[in-house]
């Protein structure tokens, strides 16, 4: 593999010979490298090593896709840390991810747009509350299957006002609390999914729709 130092994107999710080795020249061949979208398949599965020179390598990635990698805080925090000028991270499915990886993004990306953690249930309130004091631009969040409570939603509603799309999903333990704090604090608001949590009423959508008014989806059947 030649040196490709104007590389900018680079799109490997349909690719099936891809290894640890092919991640390890990116790093050390393609140092512009902007964009770069992994995912898994049966023939490859990324390893904390390889991910490790990858970053050292492309300090300047803005759009970042690990889905349903094994990736871990190991590498992760590692990530956040040289590679701060992060926009876009797609880290669904990525089981093994916890809070100690994620508080780096908090701490080091603060001009994240796009964060995907759709299915990372070892996230909680202290991960996601580090992102929401750290990263005031984000304007979509997926955290469906995390182990939040409304502690981590006032959080996001006070610190990204920014906020269009929110999925709340398989958060059980939200409440009218997060709606209220929503509709205060996030007006842009488009889409919110929070059906699987019984403990919101239609106080807290009516509460929702009145700080939301471009709110087109609040993704609460049961409620009006």
Known sequence: MSQL????????????????????????RCPNLQTLKLQYNA??????????????GCPNLQTLNLRSTSITEISF????????????????GCYDMTDAGLLEVGRRCSNLQSLNLDCCS???????????????NLQSLNLRGA????ASVTELARGCPNLQYLNLNECYDI?????LE????????QIIKCKDSKRI????????????PNLQNHGVPYAA
């Not at 409440?175 to 709606?179: G, W, Y």
């Not at 009423?201 to 939301?212: D, P």
Request: glycine share 8%; hydrophobic share 35%; proline share 3%.
């Open 201 to 212: 009423t239609t106080t807290g959508v009516l509460e929702l729709r009145r700080g939301c």
């Open 5 to 28: 130092p104007n590389l900018q994107s680079l799109d490997l999710r349909s690719s099936r010979n891809i290894t640890d080795a092919s991640l390890i020249e990116i790093g050390r």
């Open 122 to 136: 070892g996230v909680t309130d202290v991960a996601v509350s580090e992102v929401a004091r750290g990263c005031p």
């Open 182 to 189: 929503l509709g205060r604090g996030c007006p842009n608001l």
């Open 77 to 92: 925090s590692e990530v956040a840390r040289r590679c701060s000028n992060l926009q876009s991270l797609e880290l669904a």
């Open 175 to 179: 409440t009218d609390v997060s709606l």
């Open 43 to 56: 023939q490859f599965r990324v390893r904390d090593a390889s991910v490790l020179e990858l970053v050292t």
């Open 147 to 150: 182990r939040l409570t409304d």
